[in-house]
């Protein structure tokens, strides 16, 4: 089971371009990485997964060096809906009676005018 | 159009009753999911389910059970309910379950269950 290691906290302010950084080290061959972003009272929401090199969608780009152990997520020119916890996750499937589908303490962003 | 329901939003009861929580997804997906957040904001998954086969975490105490009547539905009966049951129980789906798919779940906007 791949442990993910993320900043605490970030600070940004509107129009910047943030990016996450999210630490695997012990990443196995056939893990995804997936980020989800969750507003207060909210469930998360599945921003973007990726497995190498560069994924983009119309929310966020997702960044993968060679050897897949971090992963950037960049969320170009944020405003202040953005502020959120995003969280990391690193697997293939999940399974097990433990599960390995673990939402950790996540990236508190917080978006200042 | 909502892909993800849950009802009810707030539950408040008291020790010792009997509470369900039932959740519904549209999306077509096979296998849904109930996750716990406690006040920590850590969020952990109690269950898995399609229509094959049910995978239980192993800390879940067995007051928990899930009931899915059909592939869109999945509710969460709580027995003999406990202060320590106190949080935000959120229902989630995703296309599948033994592949990459699994991480790519939709959440529920959560139930708020408060014990007294």
């Known amino acids: 089971l791949a442990k993910t290691t993320q900043p605490i906290s970030m600070d940004s302010y509107e129009g910047q371009e943030v990016n996450i950084t999210c630490s695997h080290n012990?990443?196995?061959?056939?893990?995804?990485i997936t980020w989800y972003q969750q507003f207060p009272s909210q469930g998360p929401r599945f921003i973007i997964q990726?497995?190498?090199t560069k994924v983009t969608n119309e929310v966020a780009s997702l960044f993968i060096p060679a050897d897949r152990k971090s992963s950037t997520l960049s969320l170009p020119r944020v405003s202040l809906s953005d502020t959120a916890v995003y969280y990391c996750?690193?697997?293939?499937?999940?399974?097990?009676?433990?599960?390995?589908?673990?939402f950790g303490k996540g990236t508190k962003l917080s978006v200042k005018p | 159009d909502t892909a993800v329901s849950q009802t009810p939003k707030y539950l408040v009861t008291q020790m010792g009753n009997d509470k369900s929580i039932k959740c519904e997804q549209n999306?077509?997906?096979?296998?849904m999911y109930w996750y716990k957040q406690d006040s920590k904001k850590f969020l952990k998954i109690m269950f898995s389910?399609?229509?094959?086969?049910?995978?239980i975490n192993e800390t879940v105490p067995n007051r928990f059970s899930p009931k899915s009547p059909d592939k869109a539905h999945l509710n969460l009966h709580i027995n003999s309910l406990e202060l320590g049951d106190s949080a935000v129980y959120f229902c989630?789906?995703?296309?599948?379950?033994?592949?990459?798919?699994?991480?790519?779940?939709?959440f529920g906007p959560g139930t708020r269950l408060t014990v007294t």
């Open positions: 012990n990443i196995a061959t056939n893990d995804y």
């Open positions: 999306l077509g997906h096979d296998t």
């Open positions: 989630a789906s995703s296309p599948g379950l033994r592949d990459r798919s699994s991480y790519e779940q939709y």
């Open positions: 990726g497995y190498k």
């Open positions: 389910y399609n229509n094959k086969e049910l995978i």
């Open positions: 996750l690193v697997g293939d499937r999940y399974g097990g009676s433990q599960g390995n589908l673990i």
